[in-house]
């Protein structure tokens, strides 16, 4: 019996290294591809005069939908900034999504609004719509606030949706910034090739960045070691991973927070889902289905240029819940979509990307605890080897450590937006440190996504803001309910 | 049984780590030192700019005739000291110096290119050729790899120089889109768009959103010396050439495109004839509302709605009756569509609206509120009875 169980561990703990010597070659192959990628990207774009752009009536219109729950206290900067972005034809839709405070009164109060008889026609199903607004003023005349009852954000962009007169629509978290250019930068794929479905923007942390009436004015890393961290993980996935994987046009997700999108080919998959906490990566499975179904070609993008910043979680208890969430909508998405998976008829993406995201995103936490709790006391029991250890801990731990040191090489190689030596010496320690500790406490947040994915829990938590300001902010904690 | 002992591949995997780690850290500090270095670089380019701006300008507004060969003062052996100087500063000191003043001196001279013209261009040009920006960018432009010839392509763009302009049009067939787009671009803005429209539309046989939106502004700046190429551009054998053209002759309202447009109507289909119904509507030479009239009645959904818009363009009064029957009848889209091309008609047309606006049918109803709303946005003189009742659901 014992012997048994002797070798089932050696065999699960062999299993574990040999999974994770695979993940390593897959990250090699995505990096390498990314760099090609990115290189190429910074080749096209360089100079391009994106001013062309902003007095020009050819350029195709955009909707920005902006979903708002309970954000008295930031949206009028918000809508603001999102009005003076450079472009020539926007339009900027607010949705207050049944908000319990003074979210709608700020928009009246500031932008002098009035009810409008504009139609609401329901494409997409939504909750009960109290109210379309417009301004009386001129300069505000390219904003549409929505007022309708509590329905969650994926209800909230579906009600934008209905309203919005454009055929490009643009998904923004109302408590993210978008560079002043950033949609010259994203709409320029959808420009150069038709087949351009949908683009996602980079996402960058703002933590104590300096702003001024809604720009970031000064990109500054953040002094604490947990934003710190962030970024490095957020360079890793955008640029090494979500480049890597639009250069094969196997992208599964774009991010809530900015997101480029054809509005026919939305209200052709239906719109965003409300029963799941993963509505990006859910509506990209769909828009994947729907272009293999029809058998008509397609892209779906990464732009690593334009640039939304947002405020990551400061802390432990923020970022827990931010996690979780994450892989609950992870897990949800591809138990959803599971008929794609190793379907020829999906391409890469049901042959590669999807089993990708399934053995190697979603599972690997699992994996990974699994390998510290078998071949630590493994050693010691004598079922495994030094030997076995050190490789356990390459595969797991020194080649993670590549990854991320590489992700903000690549960083400092294409955009350069940390300035200084000093800030570059700073991110290459936090890739290294990063997976000493703290990469192991998100394995757990992971695990307990998946827990709570199964339990039923559906919430999205709560996270710590401390919200921009004019400077550096550093002041108490405003907590700031997400819906 | 050990994994690590008992296999050369997971040896390997581990010394490749190590090996890997030891590289990155070598890369690392290699890049955060060059980050330093590009900041002094930076800071230097910045300096020399500083010093060869006054230098260069100083050139160029020199009295003395641009072209030495003439009776007046030969301005360029006037100035060739001073470009022996300059020569010098570019040439001095080690790679790396030679290569930040280059870019020193590149960066006057574009700033001058962009601010100048006339003769103090043309001096502008003759100094880029002296100091050898101009052979440069010409070397470029035979580069197998396609980012040096877009480079080129934009170097030659802001010298702004017309000799550039034949190896600019041979580069319009190149086999890399992007190359095509930039030569494009540098020839409008070497010899300007009425010069340069006629060789790219005659060469290209695609045209992108990116290049119509470069293109068109050249169409708008050049104006109607523009129109014999675009016309001459309707017998291409590609598609998206024509209608490109078609849809310029509708933006530029040129009367000759009726002429052109009238008898190819009927071999057009799709996207071409839509775009041409919607630039016979622009014009609006009585000949064609006819056609514009069948245009909104068509199986085709691209054209019909082309024919609706285009009736609201047209403007004439004749459209009242048919695009109120469109306003109650038909999806929802093209309701809207033909409310909003009623509400261009002018005051008849927002009476009509208004009047659609108390029609017993609630969905007709609350399209005609919905447009007039929208044109009281726009500044329309659209006062109506505003419900109070506002989201109002088809």
């Not at chain 1, 900034?81 to 607010?94: F, G, H, M, P």
């Not at chain 1, 309203?163 to 794929?189: F, G």
């Not at chain 1, 955008?238 to 250069?247: D, K, P």
């Amino acid at each position: 019996m014992f012997i048994a169980i002797q070798s089932i561990a050696q065999l699960a703990g062999h299993a574990i290294i040999f999974y994770f010597v695979s993940l390593n070659l897959l990250y090699l192959v995505l990096t390498s591809v990314s760099l090609f990628a990115v290189v190429r990207y910074m080749r096209r774009n360089e100079l391009v005069d994106y001013r062309v752009l902003v007095r020009s009536a050819h350029a195709t219109p955009i909707s920005i939908i902006a979903p708002a729950h309970n954000e008295e206290a930031s949206i009028v900067a918000s809508i603001l900034s999102l009005l003076r972005l450079d472009y020539s034809a926007l339009e900027v839709i607010a949705v207050n999504d049944g908000s319990s405070d003074g979210t709608l009164a700020a928009l009246i109060k500031e932008f002098s609004l009035r009810e409008s008889q504009r139609l609401y026609y329901p494409r997409l199903p939504t909750k009960e719509v109290r109210g379309i607004y417009v301004s009386r003023r001129k300069e505000w005349r390219h904003l549409v606030v929505i007022d309708k009852e509590n329905g969650g954000k994926s209800d909230a962009l579906n009600a934008g949706i209905n309203v919005s007169q454009h055929p490009l629509l643009c998904a923004i978290d109302a408590d993210s910034i978008l560079d002043q250019d950033a949609l010259l930068r994203i709409v320029k794929p959808f420009l150069d090739d038709d087949r351009v479905v949908a683009a996602g923007g980079n996402i960058r942390i703002a933590n104590e960045c300096t702003s001024d009436r809604g720009r970031i004015t000064r990109v500054r890393l953040p002094r604490h070691w947990i934003p710190l961290f962030q970024i490095v993980e957020y360079l890793r996935a955008f640029l090494t991973g979500r480049m890597g994987w639009s250069a094969m046009n196997s992208l599964l997700i774009i991010s809530g927070a900015f997101g480029l999108f054809r509005k026919d080919v939305v209200l052709a998959c239906g719109g965003y889902r409300h029963d799941t906490v993963g509505e990006d990566m859910e509506l990209i499975a769909r828009i994947h289905r729907y272009f293999h179904d029809c058998k008509e070609p397609y892209r779906i993008v990464f732009i690593p240029d334009p640039v939304c910043w947002t405020e990551a979680p400061g802390n432990l208890r923020g970022l827990s819940r931010q996690r979780n969430r994450w892989h609950r909508g992870l897990l949800d998405t591809l138990l959803k979509h599971r008929s794609m998976m190793f379907r020829p008829s999906y391409g890469l993406v049901g042959m590669v990307a999807f089993p990708y995201f399934v053995f190697y995103e979603l599972l690997a936490p699992l994996l990974e605890a699994l390998g510290y709790l078998l071949l630590i006391p493994g050693v010691i029991l004598g079922l495994f080897t030094i030997g076995d250890l050190i490789l356990f801990f390459t595969v797991a731990v020194a080649y993670g450590v590549l990854f991320s040191t590489g992700a903000v090489l690549l960083e400092e190689v294409s955009f350069r937006r940390y300035e200084t030596p000093g800030d570059l010496l700073r991110l290459i320690i936090c890739a290294v440190i990063e997976n000493f500790g703290y990469r192991q406490i998100t394995v757990w947040w992971r695990i307990t996504g998946v827990w709570d994915y199964f339990r039923g829990v559906t919430s999205w938590g709560v996270i710590d803001r401390v919200g921009f300001t004019s400077t550096q902010h550093r002041g108490a904690d405003v907590t700031t309910p997400e819906h | 049984m050990s994994l690590y002992e008992g296999n050369v591949l997971f040896q390997i995997v581990v010394v490749g780590a190590i090996v890997a780690l030891v590289l990155t850290g070598v890369l690392s500090a290699f890049l955060v030192l060059r980050k330093s270095l590009l900041r002094s670089s930076d800071a230097y380019i910045a300096r020399e700019e500083c010093l060869l701006s006054p230098l260069i300008t100083g050139v160029i507004l020199t009295d003395g005739a641009v072209d030495g060969t003439g009776p007046d003062a030969d301005w360029h052996a006037t100035v060739r000291p001073e470009m022996e100087i300059i020569g010098k500063m570019l040439v001095g000191g080690s790679p790396l110096r030679r290569e930040w003043n280059r870019r020193a001196a590149w960066k006057v001279l574009r700033q001058l290119t962009s601010d100048l013209s006339g003769e103090a261009l043309g001096r502008t040009c003759t100094v880029c050729h002296d100091l050898g920006f101009f052979d440069a960018a010409m070397k470029l432009l035979k580069d197998r790899r396609w980012w040096k010839r877009t480079q080129g392509c934009r170097m030659l763009a802001s010298m702004k120089d017309r000799k550039a302009m034949y190896p600019l049009v041979q580069l319009l067939e190149d086999r890399n889109a992007d190359v095509r787009v930039e030569a494009a671009q540098a020839l409008i803005s070497i010899v300007g768009g009425a010069e340069a429209i006629g060789p790219i539309l005659s060469r290209v046989k695609s045209v992108s959103r990116w290049l119509k939106i470069t293109l068109s502004e050249a169409v708008q700046e050049s104006g109607s010396s523009v129109v014999p190429h675009l016309l001459a551009a309707l017998d291409s054998p590609y598609p998206p050439v024509r209608e490109f053209c078609i849809q310029m002759l509708g933006e530029l309202k040129d009367p000759e495109a009726v002429e052109a447009l009238l008898p190819r109507l009927d071999s057009l289909a799709g996207s071409e004839r839509a775009a041409a119904i919607t630039t016979l509507a622009s014009i609006g030479d009585s000949r064609a509302f006819t056609v514009i009239l069948e245009a909104s009645k068509d199986d085709n959904p691209l054209i019909r709605r082309a024919g609706i818009h285009g009736l609201g363009i047209f403007g004439s009064p004749e459209a009242i009756d048919p695009l109120s029957r469109f306003v109650r009848a038909g999806g929802v889209d093209e309701r809207i569509l033909a409310a909003e091309a009623l509400g261009g008609l002018g005051p008849e047309g927002a009476a009509r609206l208004h009047l659609i606006g108390k029609d017993e049918d609630e969905s007709t109803r609350v399209i005609a509120l919905h447009v007039l709303d929208l044109m009281q946005d726009s500044g329309a003189d659209v006062a109506y009875e505003g419900a109070g009742h506002s989201g109002e659901t088809v």
